[in-house]
T-cell receptor, first 114, second 110 residues
Framework: DAGVTQSPTHLIKTRGQHVTLRCSPI?????VSWYQQVLGQGPQFIFQ???????GRGNFPDRFSARQFPNYSSELNVNALLLGDSALYLC?????????????FGPGTRLTVT | GESVGLHLPTLSVQEGDNSIINCAYS??????FIWYKQESGKGPQFIID?????DKRQGQRVTVLLNKTVKHLSLQIAATQPGDSAVYFC?????????FGTGTSLTVIP
């Protein structure tokens, strides 16, 4: 079975630009979460979606947005990119939403903002 | 905000020895804790979890201990192998949000 897939693998953008990152969860998983991992730090929670609805939001500015599609795949959008947005963006899927569930992470998208 | 931190940023152990990785958390309301392993170039991989109504949970070669009194979490790896070399993160769950610590880099010396 395929795990969580993310695209693209790497991305280079210029300050002020917009970026869209994509995630496909494990088949049957209905919840997708997004994380930002800056080099040398742990992942920071951005969003969680379940059944196409936002169920959780971390402490990120409104420049960050996301959505989940009927097939449970998800997009993370970041507007007006800043240098500080350079990071590994991780997507995780799980079978159900809630506090006690097991998340499976994808390999991430490495975003570099110049 | 939440504060989940690890006591040691790096840890080196001899192959075959046991490893202990520690983690402190700050939110006494957190009721679910997870340990992840992250290898270079990969996303975090689930290792083991524990709920706040438990003190100890064992998996294959790994044990997680939870001390709610001092808000401390530890991961024990038995008979550490070279393949265990990675960065290990603890995470706590509050509501629908997971908070990760900074990570401990484990190096296994052959």
């Amino acid at each position: 079975d395929a795990g969580v897939t993310q695209s693209p693998t790497h991305l280079i953008k210029t300050r002020g630009q917009h970026v869209t990152l994509r995630c496909s969860p494990i088949s049957g998983h209905k919840s997708v979460s997004w994380y930002q991992q800056v080099l040398g730090q742990g992942p920071q929670f951005i969003f969680q979606y379940y059944e196409k609805e936002e169920r959780g939001r971390g402490n990120f500015p409104d420049r960050f947005s996301a959505r989940q599609f009927p097939n449970y795949s998800s997009e993370l959008n970041v507007n007006a990119l800043l240098l500080g947005d350079s990071a590994l963006y991780l997507c995780a899927s799980s079978l159900v939403v809630g506090r006690t569930y097991e998340q499976y992470f994808g390999p991430g998208t490495r975003l570099t903002v110049t | 905000g939440e504060s989940v931190g690890l006591h040691l940023p790096t840890l080196s152990v001899q192959e075959g020895d046991n490893s202990i990785i520690n983690c402190a958390y700050s939110n006494s309301a957190s009721d679910y804790f997870i340990w992840y392993k992250q290898e270079s170039g990969k996303g975090p991989q689930f290792i083991i979890d524990i709920r706040s109504n438990m003190d100890k949970r064992q998996g294959q070669r790994v044990t997680v201990l939870l001390n709610k009194t001092v808000k401390h979490l530890s991961l024990q790896i038995a008979a550490t192998q070279p393949g265990d070399s990675a960065v290990y993160f603890c995470a706590e769950a509050t509501g629908n949000q997971f908070y990760f610590g900074t990570g401990t880099s484990l190096t296994v010396i052959p």
